[in-house]
């Protein structure tokens, strides 16, 4: 019996979670359509959560424990134990968002000083479009965060939790399938050297 190891690279790694991002974002999507159409909204919510968890999980660095603890959650809510308990996952998931909105940002100037300091000519149209990339991502992300987090606390006070909770739930899927391909792509232009003109 021979077990074989293969580890993945860098470049491996960063496109695979900006590939679970797209898949997990994609997945809630369709499920709060669905949910909205009116197909069981109830499992729709809780299953729609338990996917944007996973997605968070597959993520890692600061969301990785919020993943986690909306996999729960939903796995709650699906057990009939409370519908609100999805509407407290949203409110976790937006604060997330809001508090990670600014990585990418911050994953993309170091690699900008580093070009800007070797070469001290001007900007070339890839450094200014990646920059403007990052920025718009991480304002994306802050503001699906905030509207997750009003939509989460006004159905945890009752007005119409199942359309509020689909409603945040399709935002943030939205906002993952974007960010989600910004940060794969900031991740693996870090892992290229520069080169030199």
């Known amino acids: 019996m021979s077990l074989t190891y293969e580890e993945m690279t860098s470049h491996e790694r960063s496109a695979y979670g900006g590939f ?21 909204p109830t499992m729709m919510i809780g299953i729609a959560t338990i996917i944007f968890g996973a997605a968070l999980l597959i993520q890692g660095s600061a969301v990785f424990l919020v993943g986690a603890a909306g ?21 976790a998931f937006g604060t997330a968002l809001v508090l990670s909105s600014n990585s990418v940002w911050h994953l993309h100037v170091p690699k900008h000083a580093a070009a ?3 070469s001290q000519s001007q900007l070339v149209g890839s450094e200014i479009l ?10 994306i992300q802050a503001l699906a965060g905030l509207a997750a987090i009003v939509l989460g606390i006004l159905a945890v006070a009752g007005m119409d939790v199942t359309v509020l909770t689909l409603v945040a739930l399709l935002a943030l899927g939205a906002t993952l399938v974007m960010s ?8 693996m232009s870090l892992m290229r050297p520069s080169t030199q003109t």
């Not at 989600?180 to 991740?187: A, E, K, M, N």
């Open 20 to 40: 679970a991002d797209a898949i997990g974002g994609v997945a809630t999507i369709v499920l709060a359509i669905l949910g909205l159409a009116g197909l069981a």
């Open 180 to 187: 989600g391909s910004t940060l794969s792509g900031t991740v």
């Open 130 to 139: 990646a920059s403007e990339m990052a920025s718009g991502s991480a304002a």
């Open 71 to 91: 996999i729960v959650l939903g796995l709650l809510a699906l057990l009939g134990i409370n519908h609100l308990l999805t509407s407290v996952a949203v409110i």
């Open 116 to 118: 800007t300091a070797e």
